[in-house]
């Protein structure tokens, strides 16, 4: 309740709030800047003026539009399509490593899009992973 409240009182401003919003704007002014290749993996920073430190824009496409563009924005969106792609919730519900990856998958997500740079991330990415085998193992049971 305390972190919202200040969206609702205009004259009060919560700092963290406030930076997460110039690094999301920031983030996408890169994107607009360099729309195909973007900055260079690790080059946002450099971008909004922090130096070389390895700070991010705490959301993963955010993050992946302003380095790598939309040739790396696009690859992204494939993977997880990839990774997802035909996944059924009968699937989930009768496969209990399927169901707990997929779970853990969700949540590393949701992690994803507020904090963390690409390398954090590393948990969504395997997690990813192993839905997309987890998925083709199972489906390949029910075939046989």
Not at 37 to 43: A, R, S, V
């Amino acid at each position: 309740f305390n972190r919202i409240m200040p969206l609702l009182d205009s004259l009060s401003s919560d700092n963290s709030l406030m930076e997460r919003i110039d690094y999301y704007q920031s983030a996408v002014k890169a994107f607009w800047k360099h729309p195909f290749i973007g900055l260079g993996l690790g080059g946002w920073p450099l971008f909004h003026g922090l130096g070389d430190i390895s700070y991010h824009p705490h959301n993963i496409f955010l993050e992946i539009m302003a380095e790598t563009g939309l040739i790396g924005l696009l690859g992204f969106i494939a993977f997880l399509l990839v990774c997802l792609q035909g996944l059924k919730l009968s699937h989930i519900v009768t496969s209990s490593a399927l169901g707990t990856v997929c779970f853990i998958a969700l949540f590393s997500f949701m992690n994803a899009c507020k904090t963390g740079d690409l390398h954090d991330n590393s948990v969504f990415f395997f997690a990813f992973s192993l839905v997309s085998g987890l998925k083709r193992s199972t489906l390949a049971k029910r075939e046989a």
